[in-house]
Nanobody
């Protein structure tokens, strides 16, 4: 069973950096594709980045490509999102998600398991 817990959110000024972590307390973390999504107030949930089960394949949304990096450590059962050059429009609740069989890489419907979210606030 997959149980996801995010950490590392917080407040930062524009141009700064944050790193989110997502720990899985289940037993088969390495079998799952993992992703980060975000949702700002009044907006739909948006796929940010995803990574294959072995870590060799990544996909990014255009809005974050070149600024964010998704990675995973299967031995530690942990997913990461390094966020650099943060912008005010990156402010959102960030969620990690997992799936064994991915269809549309950055569509929320592709993911069966979700964490509770971590708030990221970027101020100008």
């Amino acid at each position: 069973q997959v149980q996801l817990v995010e950490s590392g959110g917080g407040s930062v000024q524009a141009g700064g950096s944050l790193r989110l972590s997502c720990a899985d307390s289940g037993y088969v973390f390495s079998d799952y594709w993992m992703a980060w999504f975000r949702q700002a107030p009044g907006k739909e949930r948006e796929g940010v980045a995803c990574i294959s089960s072995g870590g060799s394949h990544t996909v990014y949304a255009d809005s974050v490509r070149g600024r964010f990096t998704i990675s995973r450590d299967n031995a530690k059962k942990t997913l990461y999102l390094q966020m650099n050059s943060l912008k005010v429009e990156d402010t959102a609740m960030y969620y990690c998600a997992a799936t064994r069989y991915v269809g549309d890489f950055l569509a929320s419907r592709s993911y069966a398991y979700w964490g509770q979210g971590a708030q990221v606030t970027v101020s100008s």
